[in-house]
């Protein structure tokens, strides 16, 4: 492992740049990377319970900022494309998306098809900032509600 990649790692380990580390992550988990990024919300606030609202807040602007990107590599794919071809390209496929629009991008904190989605957002050039609102909502409530169960429903599960 690269000196330098130890060296970040250990430097957002620091309990002082919690929040910073569940930034980073939340905001890569959010791209087409597979990763997820509750183990660092929910080990934060478990080592920090003050910082719970912290947490949920910083983890869902850095899911949602992930998921622009997304959206705007979707776009810039989408216009790579037609560029490419010379013509406006249509997925069969992807026509029954474009019925639910920018709401569609509520279903982007689910495992798997929820970071595709907003990719599919961006190439379907659905409106920006309608779908970054319903990306951070439901971003927001499934943080919310999984640290939530995590540390009040499901308790014993994580102490030694």
């Not at 430097?11 to 597979?34: C, D, K, N, Q």
């Not at 660092?40 to 609202?53: D, I, R, T």
Request: glycine residues 10%.
């Amino acid at each position: 492992m690269p000196a330098w990649f130890s060296t970040l790692a250990q430097w957002l380990a620091l309990p002082e740049v919690g929040l910073t580390t569940v930034f980073v992550v939340a905001f890569v988990s959010a791209t087409l990377l597979p990763m997820g990024s509750e183990p660092a919300v929910f080990g934060l606030v478990k080592l920090n319970p003050e910082l719970f609202w912290p947490a949920i807040l910083v983890a869902t602007a850095g899911n949602t900022l992930g998921g622009g990107v997304s959206w705007l590599m979707g776009l810039g794919t989408h216009r790579l494309v037609d560029r490419a071809r010379g013509s406006s390209t249509e997925l069969r496929a992807l026509q029954w998306l474009e019925r639910f629009g920018p709401k569609a991008c509520l279903l982007s904190w689910l495992p798997v098809v929820g970071d595709p989605l907003c990719a599919v957002a961006g190439w379907l050039r659905f409106p920006f900032w309608p779908c970054m609102i319903y990306m951070a909502i439901g971003k927001f409530v499934r943080y919310l509600t999984m640290t939530a169960a995590l540390l009040w429903v499901f308790p014993g599960m994580f102490t030694p």
